[in-house]
Nanobody, 121 residues
Framework: QVQLVESGGGLVQAGGSLRLSCAAS????????MGWYRQPPGAQRESVAV???????NYADSVKGRFTISRDNAKNTVYLQMNSLKPEDTAVYFC???????????????WGQGTQVTVSS
């Protein structure tokens, strides 16, 4: 069994910062790509940032220069540092990871439960 647990969401004023964390736990053999997605109110889930197992990163145009994704492979944890937050960043943020468990033959996509980020103007 594999779980992703997120933390770090909350309410912040425009221009402020938040740091999200997502820790993977359970029967983990290896972790491939890890990423953050968000779902604004009344909208579809969208990709925010992804980091590969080798450390390459990719960002949505809307967050480039403001958000930074990183990971700690020893802790199976991915982070999202969010600076210069805007009201349009308000959303539920989900972490995602492609994980191969000790009982699985292939990599499987896992999702966290989501954490609310609200940016007030």
């Amino acid at each position: 069994q594999v779980q992703l647990v997120e933390s770090g969401g909350g309410l912040v004023q425009a221009g402020g910062s938040l740091r999200l964390s997502c820790a993977a736990s359970g029967s983990i053999r290896s972790v491939n790509d890890m990423g953050w997605y968000r779902q604004p109110p009344g909208a579809q889930r969208e990709s925010v940032a992804v980091i590969t197992g080798a450390g390459s990163t990719n960002y949505a145009d809307s967050v480039k220069g403001r958000f930074t994704i990183s990971r700690d492979n020893a802790k199976n944890t991915v982070y999202l540092q969010m600076n210069s937050l805007k009201p349009e960043d308000t959303a539920v943020y989900f972490c995602n990871a492609r994980i191969r468990s000790w009982t699985g033959a292939t990599y499987t996509n896992y999702w966290g439960q989501g954490t609310q980020v609200t940016v007030s103007s």
